[in-house]
């Protein structure tokens, strides 16, 4: 059997989010974050999410979030 779970972070819209980020990717095993608000935080861990294969669809539309393309 599969766990399944819904885990939510709230980064406050301050840049120290990496930690927390980084918490969902490595210890939690997050393989989709959705809705995730901020570019400088977005910006800051999007390589490491592209890295370990966890998908993330932002709720922001900078030029940064989607080029180059990630597929």
Do not use: W
Request: glycine share 8%; with cysteine; charged share 20%.
């Amino acid at each position: 059997m599969v766990a399944r779970s819904y885990i939510v972070e709230n980064n406050q819209y301050q840049v120290r989010v990496p930690s927390r980020r980084n918490k969902l990717i490595n210890r939690d095993g997050v393989f989709l974050m959705a809705a995730n608000g901020g570019t400088p935080m977005n910006n800051a861990v999007m390589p490491e999410q592209f890295e370990k294969a966890c998908r993330t669809f932002p709720a922001d539309l900078r030029g940064s979030m989607y080029e180059p393309y990630h597929g």
